[in-house]
């Protein structure tokens, strides 16, 4: 039987196997990365493979434009599961053609179910951020 899953619910398990990713990269365990993403979802995925390797990819340049805009904060103090959320935002915002609004609203679903209030904030904030700078330098 084929599963189906909504764009949502794949986002979930991105976030799921970025957080996994980072606990491991933070206690220098080894991993691998298509074994941390059968263990999520049963069925191959291009989105799910594609996003989580598209974050990995660009982790770092993700995590200095998510550094750029938090203001007094940095996304390293941040818990793994908000990191995974911001990276994803930043990721599909700059990475993909998913329509900025999505992007965005998607990130903030995500943060309203794992994240307190004061973080869900932040990842607005920087998001939103994130997002008129890429309108700036399209215009």
């Known amino acids: 039987m084929q599963m189906k899953?909504?764009?949502?619910?794949?986002r979930e398990k991105i976030m799921t196997i970025l957080y996994q990713i980072f606990m491991y990269e933070n206690n220098?365990?080894?991993?691998?990365?298509?074994?941390?993403?059968?263990?999520?979802?049963?069925?191959?995925n291009d989105f799910v493979i594609n996003t989580v390797r598209g974050v990995l990819d660009n982790k770092?340049?993700?995590?200095d434009i998510a550094n750029k805009y938090l203001i007094d904060?940095?996304?390293?103090?941040?818990?793994?599961?908000?990191?995974?959320?911001?990276?994803?935002?930043?990721?599909?915002?700059?990475?993909?053609?998913?329509?900025?609004i999505v992007c965005i609203n998607e990130a903030i679903e995500l943060?309203?179910?794992?994240?307190?209030?004061?973080v869900r904030k932040m990842i607005n904030g920087v998001l939103d951020k994130v997002y008129q700078s890429k309108e700036e330098k399209n215009n």
């Open 111 to 118: 943060a309203k179910k794992y994240s307190d209030d004061k």
């Open 60 to 63: 770092d340049k993700i995590f």
């Open 28 to 44: 220098k365990i080894n991993y691998d990365i298509n074994e941390i993403i059968k263990e999520q979802i049963e069925i191959e």
């Open 73 to 100: 904060w940095s996304i390293n103090r941040l818990g793994k599961i908000d990191q995974a959320i911001i990276c994803i935002g930043i990721y599909e915002l700059l990475y993909t053609d998913t329509p900025s």
């Open 5 to 10: 899953y909504s764009r949502s619910e794949l």
